[in-house]
């Protein structure tokens, strides 16, 4: 992003430049760590040999292989969201309204991610 895109967004929603700046450099980690992991609870039972074939079949999206893969989908999810969340929480020139229907969807979302792999995990 550039410096101009920033000070823009930071004036037009009232927010505080240096804190955005620190949330959204600091999403940077979690999202790798969320890939990480559900990289690893993919491959930690069937091996890396396998593990191209599984992509390839996208037998992750039908059956996730274990917590592992559901904590690292909500930690990636996590980073990917936090800078917006801290425009959508601290930000002024947003209706309430409008705030609320996106807290809506994004927490149910989350909730069916966690309620499809859970489903799935209890399943086997």
Known sequence: MS???LVQLAE???ID???LIII???SILPI???LFLMFYGLIR???VSKTFSILKNRDYIKNPRGNLFIIGLCIHIFGWISPYIYILIFSKNFHIL???AISA???YIIKKLIDKYAKNTKNK
């Open 3 to 5: 410096n101009n895109l």
């Open 12 to 14: 037009n929603y009232s």
């Open 17 to 19: 430049l240096e804190v």
């Open 24 to 26: 959204y450099f600091s």
């Open 32 to 34: 790798y760590i969320g």
């Open 45 to 47: 039972k069937k091996g």
């Open 98 to 100: 409008f705030k609320i």
């Open 105 to 107: 969807i994004i927490f």
